[in-house]
């Protein structure tokens, strides 16, 4: 389970309900047992969602309430998808938000929807983690939030 998490919230001020935000995420270097991907609808630092990519070829979605004991809830608790390049790889990682309605793409290839209503609205983000062994290297490219159509 990775260890150390560096939160990268705000790509500016302006928050958003609906939208598609879109992502190249790059494992440049580093151990495969780590966490990357997209914050989104960060709300004032307290809730937040993260949907999370290891280098190992699973994903998890996750609801942050940042301000409780047990801050973590799992709407995905880790699932493989043969769509993410594991390793030292670029993934483009894709998330349509409508409503409560939240839509996860990684490749271009949909992997699941999960209905949640505890936010709707708030910035975008980035999260990286990684295990005790440290020297994850990521980078992300290509950052686009557009309006659903």
């Known amino acids: 389970m990775p260890k150390w998490y560096a939160l990268s919230p705000c790509l500016g001020e302006e928050d958003f309900t609906d939208f598609v935000l879109e992502v ?8 495969d047992h780590n966490l990357y ?10 809730k937040d969602y993260c949907f ?5 070829g699973n994903y998890t979605l996750v609801y942050d309430n ?25 993934n483009h990682i894709k998330v349509v938000a409508i409503g ?5 793409y990684v490749n271009d290839e949909f992997l699941e929807t999960i209905q949640d209503d505890r936010v709707s609205s708030g910035t975008v983000g980035f999260i990286v983690s990684t295990s005790d062994k440290g020297g994850s290297h ?3 490219d290509n950052v686009m939030v557009t309006a659903p159509e």
């Open 52 to 56: 999370g990519v290891p280098g190992d």
């Open 100 to 104: 409560n309605k939240i839509e996860l």
């Open 24 to 31: 190249d995420a790059t494992q440049v270097a580093g151990p």
């Open 37 to 46: 991907g997209v914050m989104i609808r960060y709300y004032d630092a307290t």
């Open 138 to 140: 990521i980078r992300f």
């Open 66 to 90: 940042l301000d409780v004991d047990e801050p973590t809830t799992k709407l995905i608790h880790w699932k493989y998808s043969s769509a993410i390049k594991t390793g030292a790889n670029t």
